[in-house]
């Protein structure tokens, strides 16, 4: 299903806004009796994908000193200093300047700034790239220096798309159908997966573990379709990436789109071959290669010697037996994002092959 279908259907999807605030209680307090996926959580990239641009934020990203760039005529700074962070361009004779208020993006792959002047938005046309150590223009903006001073900064942003950023990339940041970024808590809760926990915790206080419902939404009853669905909210769905639109090597970066389309897939998914059965979203993400050999072996034999059978659908690999990830699920690199990103369409390679429709 689109994202959008899922919003408009009862019950909590992330990503949805009509909850009212009060009906949030924040992750702190979760911690009373989940304190081992509070700890964790909170050191994913995802617990960071937004913050507010302050010092804090920049010496996190290793960013003391004021970052620069050279686009045409004009000389981009931003600078940091303890009460604010600003956004400068000049053309030698006149400059232009923004406060920054938020910086989208943890630093694994970029980061970009979000403004506001007039009451609009805008999201810069520069990024910090980690890989390059250095600013560069936004995936999607225009790549060279603009026509006019006044354009030099960013992109204003219409109402509907800023609500969409923050909504992927905060918490609370629209409730009862109004945007409010303010109010937004930066990054991925606890909540913005299972909904608003005023209830449950409530309910949990009061008898733990003795309760009809639980007032949460747990994905673990969601069917393989739907869980993944489930992290298309903010990661895109096939149809989601289907209406936008998108081909080529930037589907790369849409891992539910991908894995859809792979065998392993086949044609109304397997809980063995869901996002959650290789990523556990409580937890950073695992960069041992060897680890993911389990979940390909949960399905494909290991031996030329066994055939495939029903608990075992898959054959069994003639070339290796191990490290499986490694040369099924190819790195591309987005040249325009100063990043590689893992094909989820599980596949045979050949050496130098490009990338796989
Ligand atoms: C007072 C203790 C307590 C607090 C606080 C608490 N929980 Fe729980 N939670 C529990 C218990 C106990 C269960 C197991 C209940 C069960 O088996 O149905 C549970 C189950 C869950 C489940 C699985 C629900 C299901 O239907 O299977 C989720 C998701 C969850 N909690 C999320 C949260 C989040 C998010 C927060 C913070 C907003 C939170 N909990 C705060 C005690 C608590
Ligand atoms: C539908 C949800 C969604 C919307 C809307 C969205 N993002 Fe994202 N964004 C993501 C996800 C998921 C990732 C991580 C995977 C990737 O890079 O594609 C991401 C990655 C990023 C990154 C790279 C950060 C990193 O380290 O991976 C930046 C920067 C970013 N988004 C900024 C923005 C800005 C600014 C907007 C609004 C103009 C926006 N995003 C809108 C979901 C969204
Ligand atoms: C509410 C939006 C949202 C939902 C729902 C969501 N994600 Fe994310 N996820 C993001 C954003 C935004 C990023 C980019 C974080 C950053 O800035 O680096 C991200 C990044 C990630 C990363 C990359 C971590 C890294 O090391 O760079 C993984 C893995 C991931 N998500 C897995 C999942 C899984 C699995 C699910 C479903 C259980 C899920 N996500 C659901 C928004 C979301
Ligand atoms: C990116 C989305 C996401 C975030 C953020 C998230 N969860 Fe979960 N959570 C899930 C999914 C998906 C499952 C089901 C996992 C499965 O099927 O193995 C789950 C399962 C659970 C369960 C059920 C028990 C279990 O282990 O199956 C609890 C309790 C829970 N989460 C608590 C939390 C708490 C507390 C936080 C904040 C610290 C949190 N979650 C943050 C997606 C998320
Ligand atoms: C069969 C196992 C498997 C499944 C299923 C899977 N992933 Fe991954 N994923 C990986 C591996 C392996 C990596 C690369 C880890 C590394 O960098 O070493 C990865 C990386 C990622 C990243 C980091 C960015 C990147 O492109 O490297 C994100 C985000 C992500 N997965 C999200 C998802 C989501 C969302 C789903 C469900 C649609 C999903 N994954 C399903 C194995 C899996
Ligand atoms: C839910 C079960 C399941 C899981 C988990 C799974 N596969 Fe598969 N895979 C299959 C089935 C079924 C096929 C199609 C029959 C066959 O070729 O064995 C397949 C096909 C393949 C193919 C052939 C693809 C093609 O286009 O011809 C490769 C390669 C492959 N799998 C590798 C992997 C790797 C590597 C992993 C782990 C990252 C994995 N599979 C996880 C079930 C699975
Ligand atoms: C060194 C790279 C490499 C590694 C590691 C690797 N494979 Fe393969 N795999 C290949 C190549 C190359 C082929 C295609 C062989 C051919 O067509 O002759 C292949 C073919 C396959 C096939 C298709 C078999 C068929 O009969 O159609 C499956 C399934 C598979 N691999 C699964 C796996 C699994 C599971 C693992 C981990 C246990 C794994 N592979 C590890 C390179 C690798």
Redesign the pocket.
């Known amino acids: 299903m689109s994202t959008a279908d899922r919003l408009l259907t009862p019950g909590w999807w992330?990503?949805k806004g009509s909850e009212s605030r009060d009906r949030y209680v924040g992750s702190t307090a979760c911690a009373a009796c989940h304190a081992q996926k509070v700890e964790t959580q909170k050191i994913?990239?995802?617990a960071?994908?937004a913050m507010p641009a302050n010092a804090e934020m920049f010496a996190k990203s290793g960013n003391t000193s004021p970052l620069t760039f050279r686009a045409g005529s004009y000389n981009y700074e931003i600078a940091q200093s303890t009460a604010s962070s600003t956004y400068s361009a000049s053309d030698g004779t006149e400059s232009v300047t923004a406060p920054l208020d938020w910086v989208f993006?943890?630093g694994?792959?970029g980061q970009t700034y979000v403004y506001q002047q007039k009451g609009t938005f805008y999201e810069s046309n520069l990024s910090y790239y980690p890989a390059i150590h250095a600013l560069d223009f936004t995936t999607g903006h225009q790549r060279s220096a603009p026509a006019t001073l006044a354009k030099a900064l960013g992109e204003p942003q219409n109402p509907d798309t800023i609500r969409a950023c923050f909504g992927?990339?905060t918490t609370v940041a629209t409730t009862s159908n109004r945007f409010e970024p303010s109010q937004a808590t930066g990054g991925?809760t606890c909540e913005?997966?299972h909904g608003p926990g005023a209830q449950h915790v409530a309910a949990m206080t009061l008898n733990e573990g003795n309760q009809t419902s639980s007032f949460m939404l747990n994905?673990a009853s969601l069917n393989p379709s739907d869980s993944v669905d489930?992290?298309g909210?903010?990661?895109r769905t096939s149809l989601d990436v289907i209406q936008m639109g998108i081909r080529g090597v930037f589907t790369a970066r849409f891992p539910a789109y991908r894995l859809e389309a792979s065998r392993c897939w086949g044609s109304d998914g397997d809980s063995r071959v869901t996002?959650?059965a290789c990523?556990d979203?409580h937890q950073?993400?695992v960069t041992d290669v060897a680890s993911y050999d389990k979940n390909c072996l949960s399905c494909h034999v290991l031996s030329a010697a066994s055939k495939p059978a029903k608990d075992h659908p898959g054959a069994a690999c003639p070339v290796a037996q191990k490290d499986c990830v490694s040369c099924h699920m190819r790195k591309y690199n987005i040249p325009e994002m100063h990043a590689d990103f893992t094909d989820h369409k599980i596949a045979v390679h050949k050496r130098g092959d490009s990338f796989q429709e």
């Open positions: 992330p990503t994913t990239p995802m960071h994908a993006g943890s694994h792959f992927c990339h991925i913005s997966c994905p489930f992290c909210a903010c990661h996002c959650v990523h979203p950073p993400l």
